[in-house]
């Protein structure tokens, strides 16, 4: 059973980094077929993707973030981590990571709990 | 990117029938997923492609798609079904996961 885990501070300053890491449990993140997703939710709103990446390195980032955001990968560690520039209150959000399957019937199959990001001063 | 359309809220009565839509352009060419998502907690899948259902999810959740939508039935609604409901599909370069719905709150009532 594969499970996710976030990790990160929950509150960030106005204009600093937001860094999180995901912990990939139960498999492998250098499986082939899957996409390791960032996808955020601020409070009382709906999902937003921010992006996701192939274990191989290869990234895509939701057009509307892209600018500030950085995808990474440590295949070694079964991590894979979000960094998220220039935060503003607006960036407030549950950030969860998740499993991304592209072929075939496409989804997010797995799931982390989530973690709250509070962007303040 | 494209964008999906759910109504915001919709209720069904205890063991009755209950559709939820999703509407976008991208349907036409892409399957929809859905997710259940519960006060607190991570989403969970509970249909993805033409009709088909993770383990360890009743069989009264359903999924179908016509033209620009697709649709999430339920059918014999129970009271643990309460909650929010997403869709997702691709975006419309057709390559990523990149689009969700606004999502619809369903009451049981």
């Known amino acids: 059973q594969v499970q996710l885990q976030e990790s990160g501070p929950g509150l960030v300053k106005p204009s600093q980094t937001l860094s999180l890491t995901c912990t990939v449990s139960g498999g492998s993140i250098s499986s082939g077929d899957y996409y390791w997703s960032w996808i955020r939710q601020p409070p009382g709103k709906g999902l937003e993707w921010i992006g996701y990446i192939y274990y191989s390195g290869s990234t895509y980032y939701n057009p509307s973030l892209k600018s500030r955001v950085t995808i990474s990968v440590d295949t070694s560690k079964n991590q894979f981590s979000l960094k998220l520039s220039s935060v503003t209150a607006a960036d407030t959000a549950v950030y969860y990571c998740a499993r991304g399957l592209l072929v075939g019937a496409t989804r997010f199959d797995y799931w982390g709990q989530g973690t709250l990001v509070t962007v303040s001063s | 990117s494209s964008e999906l359309t759910q109504d915001p809220a919709v209720s069904v009565a205890l063991g009755q029938t209950v559709r939820i839509t999703c509407q976008g352009d991208s349907l036409r060419s892409y399957y929809a997923s859905w997710y259940q998502q519960k006060p607190g907690q991570a989403p969970v899948l509970v249909i993805y492609?033409?009709?088909n259902r993770p383990s360890g999810i009743p069989d009264r959740f359903s999924g179908s798609s016509s033209g620009n939508t697709a649709s999430l039935t339920i059918t014999g609604a129970q009271a643990e079904d309460e909650a929010d409901y997403y869709c997702n599909s691709r975006d419309s370069s057709g390559n990523h996961l990149g689009v969700f719905g606004g999502g619809t709150k369903l009451t049981v009532l």
């Open positions: 492609g033409k009709n």
